[in-house]
T-cell receptor
Framework: RKEVEQDPGPFNVPEGATVAFNCTYSNSASQSFFWYRQDCRKEPKLLMSVYSSGNEDGRFTAQLNRASQYISLLIRDSKLSDSATYLCVPTGGGNKLTFGTGTQLKVEL | DGGITQSPKYLFRKEGQNVTLSCEQNLNHDAMYWYRQDPGQGLRLIYYSQIVNDFQKGDIAEGYSVSREKKESFPLTVTSAQKNPTAFYLC??????????????FGNGTRLTVT
C-alpha cells in the first residue's frame, strides 16, 4: 500500500457545488495532516492543518477518520478560483513529509 | 516580508553539465528541503536539512548534492550523474525539526530543462 493515496481526478464540478475527496494513508502513527493547494506550474501553498479530528476554515472542511486511515477535504459553494490540485500530506515519518500525488479539481461555469 | 527565494525561475542546461539551484530563506527556519516534481506526479524528496552543517538523503538523492553552510541557504547541485534532471524543483523550509507541527513553506520553484 502506498504511503499516501489520492484519486488524481480530475473532478469537474459546476460553480456553487459541494465537492469532497479523500486521501488514504498507510502510517497509523500519523498524528497531524496538511492539505496543500497547488495551482498549475506553481508552488504548493498550505490550505489547512489538521491536528485532531478535523478542521474548518470558511468553505473548507477537513475530516479525519483514524480508524479507516483517511482524511477528507470538503469544499462548499465551489468557486472558479478553487480550481487547482489538492495535495494531502500526513506526518509521522520523522522529518520526511510524503506528499500525495494530488487530486485535480476543475470548477466550471 | 519574510519568505523563500529560489533562483532562477527557469534554467536551461546542456546534458553533462552540473548546475546549482539557489534557495534562500529569511524566515529563520531550522529545516530546509528540496523536492522534485514531474508532470502529473507528486513531490518527491531529494534532500533535507534540519540544522546547519547537517543534511540527510531523501527518497531520490542519487545524482544530487547539497550543502548547508548557513541557516538561510540550502543550494542544490544537479550533477551530470542524474539521469533525468529535467523537472520542477521546489525548495521548502519549516520552523521546527519536527514535521508533525511544522507545515512547509515553499519557494516559487525552479524549472530546469536539460537538453
Amino acid at each position: 500500500r502506498k504511503e499516501v493515496e489520492q484519486d488524481p481526478g480530475p473532478f469537474n464540478v459546476p460553480e456553487g457545488a459541494t465537492v469532497a475527496f479523500n486521501c488514504t494513508y498507510s502510517n497509523s502513527a500519523s498524528q497531524s495532516f496538511f492539505w496543500y493547494r497547488q495551482d498549475c506550474r506553481k508552488e504548493p501553498k498550505l490550505l489547512m492543518s489538521v491536528y485532531s479530528s478535523g478542521n474548518e476554515d470558511g468553505r473548507f472542511t477537513a475530516q479525519l477518520n483514524r480508524a479507516s486511515q483517511y482524511i477528507s477535504l470538503l469544499i462548499r459553494d465551489s468557486k472558479l478560483s478553487d480550481s487547482a490540485t489538492y495535495l494531502c500530506v500526513p506526518t509521522g515519518g520523522g522529518n520526511k513529509l510524503t506528499f500525495g500525488t494530488g487530486t485535480q479539481l476543475k470548477v466550471e461555469l | 516580508d519574510g519568505g523563500i527565494t529560489q533562483s532562477p525561475k527557469y534554467l536551461f542546461r546542456k546534458e553533462g553539465q552540473n548546475v546549482t539551484l539557489s534557495c534562500e530563506q529569511n524566515l529563520n527556519h531550522d529545516a530546509m528541503y528540496w523536492y522534485r516534481q514531474d508532470p502529473g506526479q507528486g513531490l518527491r524528496l531529494i534532500y533535507y536539512s534540519q540544522i546547519v552543517n547537517d543534511f540527510q538523503k531523501g527518497d531520490i538523492a542519487e545524482g544530487y548534492s547539497v550543502s548547508r553552510e548557513k541557516k538561510e541557504s540550502f543550494p542544490l547541485t544537479v550533477t551530470s550523474a542524474q539521469k533525468n534532471p529535467t523537472a520542477f524543483y521546489l525548495c521548502a523550509s519549516s520552523p521546527g525539526r519536527d514535521s508533525r507541527n511544522s507545515p512547509l513553506h515553499f519557494g516559487n520553484g525552479t524549472r530546469l530543462t536539460v537538453t
